[in-house]
């Protein structure tokens, strides 16, 4: 099946730093990569659609500014969280799908559960 | 608005078989989607219907109506590693997927 990898995995930082996360599809071209947040016992929370070479379309309340999302290819998408802090601390899940609208499933990376002290 | 609904949480015992059920109302559909989640990891894949009735793989069957807006994942001969969160996700007239809150299962022995 398809697989896609995020890296890292976990990240401890100081507030006010910023901090990369990378989501990459490994044996497929993701046309569309989603960033997802998730707080301890809550649902995803989706952040941002990005697709390939296009600007990413940012969800109500989220701050584009502080969550910048690149994808620059068909296999890579990243999500910097600039000027991070305690708040932000949090499981980042990015799924991406392949090919166009009759492509249905998502397939999730594993997450990178971020840690800001 | 769209709105995903299930339960927040269950309980069943090994070996038993569970129900869970999952209403929607989204603007368009174009499938539902059921995710199994532990803890700590990334929801992965479980099942996927876009035509009413029940697909079975497995231990694992889902159903759906879409004309009740209603769609139920059935667990049998639980097993201690079904613990586990299960999503139902709704994927819109964009393709987008519209998740519910989860379900959090308890299996007891």
């Known amino acids: 099946g398809a697989v896609v990898s995020q890296h890292p995995s976990r990240v401890i930082c100081k507030s006010g730093t910023s901090v990369k996360i990378e989501c990459r599809s490994l ?3 993701a046309t569309t990569m989603f960033w997802y947040r998730q707080f301890p016992k809550q649902s995803l929370m989706l952040m941002a659609t990005s697709n390939e070479g296009s600007k990413a379309t940012y969800e109500q309340g989220v701050e584009k500014d502080k969550f910048l999302i ?7 998408s990243t999500l910097t969280v600039t000027s ?8 980042y899940i990015c799924s991406a799908r392949e090919g166009g609208g009759g492509a249905y499933e998502q397939y999730f990376g594993p997450g990178t559960r971020l840690t800001v002290t | 608005g769209q709105n995903i609904d299930q339960p927040t949480e269950m309980t ?5 078989i569970v129900q869970i059920n999952c ?7 174009n499938g539902l989607f059921w995710y199994q989640q532990h803890a700590g ?9 876009v035509l009413d009735g029940l697909e079975e793989k497995g231990r ?3 159903f759906l109506s879409r004309s009740k807006g209603y769609s139920y994942l059935l667990l049998k001969e639980l097993q ?3 613990s586990a969160s299960y999503l139902c996700g709704v994927m819109d007239s964009n393709y987008q997927l519209i998740w519910g809150a989860g379900t959090k299962l308890i299996i007891k022995p």
């Open chain 1, 27 to 29: 044996d497929f071209q």
């Open chain 2, 23 to 29: 209403t929607y109302q989204t603007s368009g559909f």
């Open chain 2, 80 to 82: 201690m590693k079904d």
């Open chain 2, 41 to 49: 990891e990334a929801p992965t894949f479980l099942s996927y219907n």
């Open chain 2, 60 to 62: 694992f069957s889902s």
């Open chain 1, 70 to 76: 690149n994808h620059a290819s068909l296999t890579l």
């Open chain 1, 84 to 91: 991070a802090h305690p708040e932000d601390s949090s499981f």
């Open chain 2, 12 to 16: 069943a015992t090994e070996g038993a």
